[in-house]
């Protein structure tokens, strides 16, 4: 049963128009993180929200917001896509300091045309 | 600032060759440290480590942490072409998951 789940697998958008991705999970951890990987890149950490508090990297552009309602679902708004920002969108979920690791969503290949 | 250097950044072998890929950390707030596979898809998790200088192996591959050194290696014998893929290591710096740039493997047959 997937643990992790990201809405859609595939979103094209058009430039500049607002889009946002989604991540559910049933695992009930703590943190939540949003990835992006552009192609044969690692995957480059955007923001992450341990519980409610949400921690911004500093190189994530202001375009990028993201929101966490509760415990289970996050997004990930991107109010003005541009090219540039075609990626593979990944969330990822982890308890700190716990025995487990993080766990993966498929994520959601983003297109802007 | 919390950083993951893994070396080398690519890396092509021959079917059969073993290969050692390397990953390296800072100490602040270390938890533990992950290896993760990525071919065309998400991640997919190989190992945790958090004590230093026990192996742990899955079939061919294999991974010790060194904290004296602040490292890690993954291991894979006799490589096959299944192998390629992006090798990624993370630390989880507790409170956060931080990931190396990953080593690119292909293996050739």
């Known amino acids: 049963d997937a643990m992790v789940i990201q809405n859609p697998r595939y979103q094209v958008t058009q430039f500049g128009k607002p889009v946002t991705l989604s991540c559910s999970q049933t695992?009930?951890?703590?943190?939540m993180y949003w990835y992006q990987q552009k192609s044969s890149q690692a995957p480059k950490l955007l923001f992450h929200?341990?519980?409610?508090?949400?921690?911004n990297e500093a190189d994530t552009p202001d375009n990028f917001q993201s929101r966490r309602p509760n415990t289970s679902f996050c997004f990930l708004d991107i109010r003005s896509p541009g090219l540039g920002d075609a990626a593979m969108y990944l969330c990822?979920?982890?308890?700190?300091?716990?025995?487990?690791?993080?766990?993966f969503g498929q994520g959601t290949r983003l297109t802007v045309v | 600032e919390d950083k993951v250097v893994q070396s080398p950044l690519s890396l092509v072998v021959h079917e059969g060759d073993t290969v050692t890929l390397n990953c390296s950390y800072e100490?602040?707030?270390?938890?533990?440290l992950l290896w993760y596979k990525q071919e065309k898809k998400a991640p997919t998790f190989l190992f945790m480590l958090?004590?230093?200088?026990i192996e742990k192996k899955s079939g061919r591959l294999s991974s010790i942490l060194d904290k004296k050194e602040l490292s890690s290696i993954l291991n894979i014998t006799a490589t096959q072409t299944g192998d390629s893929a992006i090798y990624l290591c993370?630390?989880?710096?507790?409170?956060?998951?931080?990931f190396g740039a990953g080593t690119i493997l292909r293996v050739k047959s």
């Open positions: 990822a979920t982890s308890t700190p300091g716990g025995n487990t690791e993080a766990f």
């Open positions: 695992l009930n951890h703590n943190v």
């Open positions: 929200y341990y519980d409610k508090d949400f921690n």
């Open positions: 100490v602040t707030n270390f938890r533990s």
């Open positions: 958090t004590s230093s200088g």
């Open positions: 993370a630390v989880d710096y507790g409170n956060k998951l931080v």
